[in-house]
């Protein structure tokens, strides 16, 4: 048998691919560009005649042409030379709708979803017809039955019939959408785990319209958690029942201790180390516990976190958490130890607001001035960040603000009231992006010299007013020395060019200043950089000079992450 066979094989594994090239005439743009793709997929042995590959070409460049609505298309395909040839088309008047007859029953009737999908399909008497916008328009209905859960929707009747001779279509739909179902019950396989808490993440109820991206947002909301290492929400469609649909949730939570490694590097504080200890399931109740250590040559910090949740592990929590800071950056050495308690929470509209009670003691050098410090601040947070893009967002804005007040009634050292707000605004249309940031801050308090050195106000760097090193923005001392400022105001505008699918160009002006009286002048700083779109956000670099002195070098600025 082997034998028989080997000339077979011989040929088939000798024989090598021809290249052929094709040159166009009388088409162009979109009939171009699909008569393209129709022909450059085909392969031909290499020793294929010329005759063979202009009659398979000439059925490919046929139905190439179809497919947009040309039926009357005259083709003609010839030889220029060797495995090269020459496409000429005259392309013919496309085909026309003669008649659409379209039955739309069900619940969908009343979806403008679906009716849309009809006005945009270009499907209408009397206008050109194509295959593709017939597919489309079917894919489409098919896509919103799945999302919007009319899960018994079927086709009666869906045909086209072409004339040729009278370059007409004639379109028959008939389509029953059925009920749209709705949400019933959320079924978790596990059942040693609290099913209310978890239940609490879905951001809707039972009876609500179905919808997959619901769906999918719960399964997010459940990864952020950060409790299991495997997760699994679908919809029970073999079992949908009087209406309703019931979700299947699948959940495997994390080892008992998790541990994690990780760093970076910033122009600002240079290469950073973090490693993170984390026992994500204490009890019953979903209680968690993380310890944190970060360092970096200015700063290095210790965190211990015991989260207890109320509603939902994600944004209705308590927090307990004590911490110490240590940091040496310019005229600034300062030792502190936190000791907090936070309550947070979520309101409809998107806002995460939280209050908070926190004792700090700190023993701090600011330029030649030393002190302990011992603060209780009873404070606020609030907060809200909106993304679409993932982790290189597209839109997006970031609002956060806060207010610390310190009183002798309390226990605190000093009379003081802290304000801090922080705006993003990021907008993208095609290549083009803008960002917009805005910091600005103040402290009530009778000298800034009252006022422990971590709380000051000081601006420059990578993420303040790149031109400038970090933090040497601020009021100075007698001898030049910096010594923090009482109010902090800073905006900075972006623009980003997309030039290639993993590269952007920007350009920048950043201004502000840190102030006590606001008499120094404002520090402006400008320039460029380059921006690459990594798998963990964007890497950014950036050339950047301070226009307060003419001295002044051009600095460069290097960061990793999201720009929200």
């Known amino acids: 048998m082997f034998f028989r066979l080997w000339p077979m094989l011989l040929v088939l594994f000798t024989t090598s691919i021809a290249a052929i090239d094709f040159n166009y005439q009388g088409i162009s743009g979109e009939s171009k560009d699909n008569v393209k793709v129709y022909l450059e997929a085909q392969t031909f042995p290499d020793n294929s005649s010329a005759r063979r590959i202009i009659s398979a070409s000439s059925e490919?460049?046929?139905?190439?042409?179809?497919?947009?609505?040309?039926y009357q298309s005259q083709i003609n395909i010839t030889e220029t030379?060797?495995?090269?040839?020459?496409?000429?088309?005259?392309?013919?008047?496309?085909?026309r709708v003669n008649k659409f007859e379209f039955e739309f029953v069900g619940a969908a009737n009343q979806d403008s979803r679906y009716t849309g999908a009809v006005a945009r399909s270009g499907l209408a008497e009397g206008q050109v017809f194509t295959h593709a916008a017939y597919d489309n328009l079917k894919s489409e209905f098919?896509?919103?039955?799945?999302?919007?859960g009319y899960f018994d929707a079927v086709y009666h009747k869906a045909e086209v019939k072409i004339s040729i001779v009278n370059n007409t279509a004639d379109i028959y739909l008939s389509y029953d959408s059925g009920d749209r179902y709705r949400f019933g019950d959320i079924i978790f396989t596990n059942p040693e785990l609290p099913r209310t808490m978890f239940a609490n993440l879905a951001e809707f109820s039972s009876q609500d319209h179905y919808d997959s991206q619901k769906v999918g947002e719960f399964n997010q909301r459940l990864g952020e958690t950060d409790y299991f290492q495997v997760i699994s929400v679908r919809p029970d469609i073999g079992n949908r029942h009087d209406g309703d649909i019931d979700l299947l949730v699948g959940l495997q939570l994390k080892p008992r201790d998790t541990f994690e490694v990780g760093g970076g590097i910033t122009t600002d504080i240079g290469p950073r180390i973090r490693l993170k200890w984390t026992r994500p399931w204490v009890n019953d109740n979903g209680h968690s516990i993380a310890f944190e250590i970060e360092a970096a040559e200015p700063k290095q910090s210790a965190l211990f976190v015991y989260r207890i949740p109320i509603d939902n592990p994600v944004d209705d929590y308590v927090d307990i958490q004590a911490g110490y800071i240590r940091e040496k950056t310019n005229d600034t050495e300062s030792e502190k130890t936190i000791v907090s308690t936070t309550r947070q929470?979520?309101?409809d509209n998107d806002w995460k607001p939280s209050l908070f009670l926190k004792w700090q003691h700190e023993e701090y050098r600011q330029a030649d001035q030393y002190s302990v410090s011992n603060l209780v601040l009873p404070g606020a947070n609030f907060a809200r960040l909106r993304t679409r893009g993932g982790l290189d967002p597209y839109w997006g804005?970031?609002?956060?603000?806060?207010?610390?007040?310190?009183?002798?009634?309390?226990?605190?050292?000093?009379?003081?009231?802290?304000?801090?707000t922080l705006g993003k605004w990021l907008r993208s249309y095609q290549s083009h992006r803008i960002l917009l940031r805005a910091d600005l801050g103040g402290i009530l308090v009778d000298d800034i010299t009252d006022v422990p050195a971590s709380m000051r106000f000081f601006a420059g760097g990578d993420q303040s007013i790149r031109g400038y090193d970090y933090k040497?923005?601020?009021?100075?001392?007698?001898?030049?020395?910096?010594i923090g400022g009482k109010y902090l105001t800073v905006g900075s505008v972006e623009y980003n060019y997309q030039f290639a699918e993993k590269w952007r160009w920007a350009t920048f002006v950043d201004a502000g200043t840190a102030t006590n009286d606001f008499s120094e002048p404002v520090s402006v700083g400008v320039g460029m950089?380059?921006?690459?779109?990594?798998?963990i956000g964007p890497l950014r670099l950036d050339f950047a000079k301070g226009l307060q002195n003419e001295s002044d070098p051009w600095r460069i600025h290097f960061s990793l992450g999201p720009d929200l």
Do not use: C
């Open 60 to 70: 490919q460049t046929k139905r190439a042409l179809r497919a947009l609505g040309y």
């Open 529 to 535: 950089g380059i921006r690459w779109l990594t798998l």
């Open 142 to 148: 098919n896509r919103l039955a799945s999302r919007y």
């Open 345 to 347: 929470w979520r309101l």
């Open 81 to 95: 030379g060797e495995k090269s040839f020459l496409v000429d088309v005259e392309l013919g008047e496309r085909l």
């Open 472 to 482: 040497t923005i601020s009021p100075k001392n007698d001898d030049g020395q910096l």
């Open 397 to 420: 804005d970031n609002l956060q603000a806060s207010v610390e007040v310190g009183h002798p009634y309390w226990g605190s050292d000093v009379e003081m009231l802290r304000l801090a």
